[in-house]
């Protein structure tokens, strides 16, 4: 007898997969600040309930510390997601290797790219930094400072926008990566938003490469303060590598394509004043004889 093949997947009404397609199964955790009862597991049972929430199953109730009860709770969802609908603002570089990366500077560009790296403002928190720049990187993934073909500078934490951009503009730096760690009152936007326009002040924002990172910043949010990139909790050093080579190659295309375009367009008026000025009549020579009676 046949056996049947696995179910498959439903874009257009997608679940969460447990045990078996579409069983809609999620696990959850919280808190809740009283003490471990059975007064307390049904409570949280009801929590579950008025989350839409079906075959609750509470794996877990503890003690996490007086007058606290914490829940672990298996349970099944009713709603459904079209994944086919879903459209998400991305970095869509092309992932490569830090040889692939040290190989496409060398025979494309010719050069070392100058990249400077910063948390700054006030943000003493320099571990998202030191994890892309430092030369023993993250997860197994060598930092910048490690490829051949980068100048990579970490400048360490709490630097302000106006010396970070005054280093650029003295080094000549071709890309310029932000870390923002402390996020209340929205800082970590006012600070990327005040680089960006002290940059556009010196005129030097279309020059440069703004990558900003963070565990609360997204590519969105990055591209709305004014960046060209935005990396989150994650990211490799590779990632960022391959971005900003990426960009340099695609700026450097565009730039030279605009300047054929504009050389071409003279070329053209030349020739066509020429050819306008052929077509005009020759004057005739006044003759300064006059005619006699």
């Not at 560009?109 to 030369?135: E, F, S």
Request: proline share 3%.
């Amino acid at each position: 007898m046949n056996q049947p093949g696995p179910k498959q997947v439903n874009l257009k009404k997608l679940k969460p997969y447990g045990d078996i397609m579409d069983d809609g199964t999620i696990q959850i955790c919280f808190t809740l600040p009283v003490e471990p009862s059975p007064e307390a597991k049904e409570a949280a049972i009801r929590f579950c309930e008025k989350m839409g929430l079906d075959q609750i199953k509470v794996a877990t109730m503890e003690k996490a510390a007086d007058g606290f009860a914490l829940f672990v709770i298996y349970a099944n969802l009713r709603v459904t997601v079209d994944f086919t609908e879903i459209k998400v603002v991305k970095i869509e570089s092309k992932k490569r290797s830090r040889e692939e990366i040290d190989e496409i500077i060398k025979e494309k560009i010719g050069r070392k790219l100058v990249v400077l790296g910063a948390c700054t403002g006030y943000d003493a928190h320099t571990v998202g930094i030191d994890a892309i720049m430092n030369m023993k990187g993250f997860a197994g993934d060598y930092g910048l400072e490690r490829y051949q073909w980068l100048d990579a500078r970490n400048l360490g934490a709490q630097v302000l926008n106006e010396d970070l951009l005054q280093l650029a503009l003295r080094e000549k730096a071709d890309a310029v990566l932000i870390s923002k760690v402390v996020t209340q009152h929205n800082i970590h936007v006012k600070d990327l938003k005040d680089f960006v326009r002290r940059a556009d002040q010196l005129g030097v924002k279309d020059r440069l490469i703004l990558v900003a990172g963070g565990p609360r910043v997204t590519h969105p949010m990055a591209l709305e303060c004014g960046f060209d990139a935005g990396f989150g909790v994650g990211t490799k050093p590779s990632d960022v590598a391959s971005y900003i080579v990426e960009e340099f190659l695609k700026r450097r295309d565009q730039q030279a394509a605009e300047t054929g375009e504009k050389k071409v367009s003279q070329v053209s008026l030349k020739a066509k004043a020429k050819r306008k000025n052929a077509k005009k009549p020759k004057a005739k020579a006044k003759t300064s004889a006059k005619k006699r009676k």
